[in-house]
């Protein structure tokens, strides 16, 4: 998977807020709220690129096994 950009979005205190409460009724985190609701709003519009990678999965990212010795 392509690493994920990062980006500076700068937002009204109060929609801030709000979106962090809404990603804590859904369990997500307030970044990946925001990226549910850009990709939701993508698609409705119709413009969600088809090479557009799946959402990030969700919890912690997988334990890499250790290296192996031979």
Same mark, same amino acid.
């Given at each position: 998977m392509a690493e994920r950009k990062k980006v500076l979005l700068r937002l009204d205190p109060a929609v801030?807020? &709000?979106? #962090?409460?809404?990603a804590a009724d859904e369990l997500r985190?307030?970044?990946a709220q925001i990226e549910f609701l850009l990709r939701r &709003?993508? #698609?409705e519009a119709g413009r969600l690129p088809g090479s557009a990678g799946p959402p990030a999965r969700r919890g912690r990212p997988p334990k890499e096994p250790p290296p192996e010795t031979g």
């Open positions: 801030h807020d &709000a979106i #962090a409460r809404w985190s307030t970044n &709003a993508l #698609a």
